[in-house]
């Protein structure tokens, strides 16, 4: 199969790669990275997450970063919102899309969200018809579609079932995790065929770990199957604080390099973004975990 012409690239840096920082971080530099982000030209950018202060501390912030952003236009600011007090309060920083959060596996789903797989499709019912009350888009995610912390192995009929329920619930987009990064290409492909059976492809993204240094490959084979929306960390920042051990996203910087030398288009300036990526590493204390990244600033 073809490779798609261009990718439309999803940034959750700000939250899926700070939310495990055991250091409190500055709503100044999360700021900071958002609008430098803008500036590489990322056109969507998950900037906070409206979750429970207790469970995830660092995105404790929410409302100040989101309202205190520069939104440049063209550009999608989101956050997640795991129940109606989440969107409630998202809806007042003015957000024009946020994303729901379940999982293929019934374990993981008890300690991210601490209730069952069919509990948060319930959860999630009133946060979209909310939602579109106040013409907001919806994103949902599926966690563990390619194995979970707990459970293991994780069948694709689940992954594929969990999905079509949050599509038909009205997400228009599922992007889905491979939280653990222990995906490999051929189970990566196998996950998407029995996905887009129920959900057309381009309703889909891949949102996948590098835990076990197979994010890019695994990319590379969804993509020959027709997956044209890609997530991704710069600097390949970030982990899950209920998936022990895990590490960031594939790092964006990778992804952009990749992507250029296939020729697909992603409207992104990869120097920028890699001098973004060397500066929030930086500025936080981190290793840069872009190989890109780190060999453009050699240069
Ligand atoms: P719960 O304890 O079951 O909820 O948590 P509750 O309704 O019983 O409320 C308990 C307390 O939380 C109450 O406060 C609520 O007010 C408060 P208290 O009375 O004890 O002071 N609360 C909230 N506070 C702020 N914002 C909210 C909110 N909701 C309740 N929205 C809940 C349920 C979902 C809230 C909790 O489990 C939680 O916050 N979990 C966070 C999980 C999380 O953020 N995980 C990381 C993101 S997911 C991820 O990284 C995976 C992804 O990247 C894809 C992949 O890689 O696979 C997306
Ligand atoms: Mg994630």
């Not at 459970?151 to 992954?159: F, L, M, Q, T, W």
């Not at 790092?251 to 288009?265: K, M, Q």
Request: hydrophobic fraction near 40%.
């Amino acid at each position: 199969m073809a490779f798609p012409q261009s990718v439309r690239l999803v940034e959750v840096g700000p939250r899926d790669g700070l939310q495990n920082e055991p250091e409190p971080i500055g709503t100044a530099t999360k700021l900071e990275l958002i609008d430098r982000l803008g500036a590489a030209g990322i056109r969507h950018i998950e900037a906070a997450s409206f979750v429970s202060p207790k469970w995830v501390p660092q995105m404790a912030d929410h409302r100040e970063v989101m309202t205190g952003l520069t939104r440049r236009p063209g550009v999608t600011y989101s956050a997640l919102t795991p129940n109606l007090k989440g969107l409630e309060a998202a809806l007042e920083c003015g957000v024009e899309e946020v994303a729901v959060f379940g999982a293929a596996s019934e374990t993981f789903s008890q300690k991210n969200i601490n209730c069952s797989i069919a509990e948060s499709l319930q959860r999630f019912e009133p946060v979209l018809e909310r939602a579109k009350e106040a013409n907001v888009r919806v994103r949902g995610y599926v966690s563990c579609v390619l194995g979970c912390p707990y459970e293991g192995e994780i069948a694709p009929a689940k992954v594929a079932e969990v999905s079509k329920a949050l599509f038909e619930m009205g997400c228009y987009e599922v992007s889905l995790g491979d939280t653990i990064g222990t995906g490999t290409p051929l189970k990566a492909k196998r996950m998407i065929e029995a996905v887009s059976r129920d959900i057309p492809m381009e309703k889909l993204a891949a949102h996948f770990h590098d835990t076990y240094g197979q994010a890019l490959v695994n990319l590379y084979a969804v993509l020959e199957e027709g997956i044209a929306v890609i997530d991704n960390s710069v600097a390949g920042l970030g982990g899950c604080p209920y998936a022990k051990g895990a590490s960031g996203n594939v790092a964006s910087e990778d992804v952009v390099y990749l992507l250029d030398g296939l020729g697909i288009e992603t409207g992104i300036d990869l120097d920028k973004l890699a001098g973004t990526g060397t500066w929030i590493t930086q500025a936080i204390g981190r290793p840069n975990r872009s190989k890109v990244g780190v060999a453009l600033a050699a240069k």
